[in-house]
């Protein structure tokens, strides 16, 4: 069976300072990991995704992932945050279904 | 570009009445997904078709049925409502053999059902 871990419900991070949104997961094999962020009364929208190659994955609006395979981690991040990135985040690992971690509601202060 | 469209947006239904949720993917994805998120809750999986077949099934309620149909949009059928169904329904898409491995899926906004 696969699961996700988001270790944190609520991350609060200054306006202009880096973030880092946690998540660890559990996988049989090589694991397909994605970010997603939903906004308020909106449906999930792809932030990137983990399929192989670079530990390092870039996506949309700034954001990157790091691939830890010794840790079985996958966090989040940003260099410099925006008010406007404040969202629920949502980590999934797939094989044939995508599995949500519970999620982490990022708020960035001004 | 087009989207995945759910309709409708919002839904409100009495207890034991019937709902029916439609999901039209992405042109050309031949994958759906039906997801049921409750209130403060992480998305959880339902089931899913392929081609017109059923490819996978989660934690789907047996008051709950669903199809693919020729033109690949969904419906989600679901009977006897109970005030525990009240939830943000999501179906996504996504091309490909009925796996996630080197695609993303594709959400639609949803459809809030409430019931009363």
């Known amino acids: 069976a696969q699961s996700v871990a988001q270790p944190e419900d609520q991350v609060n991070v200054a306006e202009g300072n880096p973030l880092t949104v946690k998540c660890t997961y559990s996988v049989s094999g090589n694991p397909y990991l994605f970010w997603y962020v939903q906004y308020p009364n909106r449906g999930l929208q792809f932030l990137l995704k983990?399929?192989?190659?670079?530990?390092l994955v870039k996506g949309s609006y700034g954001f990157e992932a790091e691939f830890n395979k010794s840790q079985t981690s996958f966090h989040l991040k940003k260099p410099s945050a925006l008010v406007s990135d404040s969202a629920l985040y949502f980590c999934a690992v797939s094989s044939e279904k995508l599995t949500f971690g519970t999620g982490t509601r990022l708020t960035i202060i001004p | 570009a087009a989207g995945v469209i759910q309709s409708p947006r919002h839904l409100i239904k009495e207890k034991r009445e019937t709902a029916t949720l439609k999901c039209y993917p992405i042109p050309r994805h031949d994958t759906v997904y039906w997801y049921q998120q409750g209130p403060g809750q992480d998305p959880q999986f339902l089931i899913s078709f392929y081609e017109k077949m059923q490819s996978d099934k989660g934690s789907i309620p047996d008051r709950f049925s669903a199809q693919q149909f020729s033109d690949y949009h969904s419906e989600l059928n679901m009977s006897s409502l109970e005030l525990g169904d009240s939830a943000l329904y999501f179906c996504?898409?996504?091309?490909?053999?009925?796996?996630?491995?080197?695609?993303?899926?594709?959400f639609g906004q949803g459809t809030r059902l409430t019931v009363v």
């Open positions: 996504a898409s996504s091309p490909g053999q009925g796996g996630w491995s080197d695609t993303e899926a594709f």
């Open positions: 983990y399929i192989t190659g670079d530990n």
